[in-house]
């Protein structure tokens, strides 16, 4: 999974997708998210920054990310 290069994120979770002019805001840890998959860091290792960070469990932290991955999919925000 990666992060389309057209893609641009702001701090406060602004999301443009310049080759369609779409937007689309996220919160602070789906800025977090996206930002890792800008690095291409991998599923295990955006579910190990999370739950280090914030208080969820494994399980939680896992269906969550791929929640939203599988949204990020669908708006064409990243390859996968």
Partial sequence: MSLKKNVAVSADGFVFDS???LS????????????????NADAFQIKRHITSKYE???VTAEKDIMDFIEILSLYKIIDK
Avoid: F, H, K, W
């Fill in 24 to 39: 689309y805001t996220a919160n602070p840890c789906g800025v977090e998210i996206i930002e890792m998959l800008r690095q």
């Fill in 56 to 58: 969820v469990d494994d």
């Fill in 19 to 21: 080759s369609n002019g």
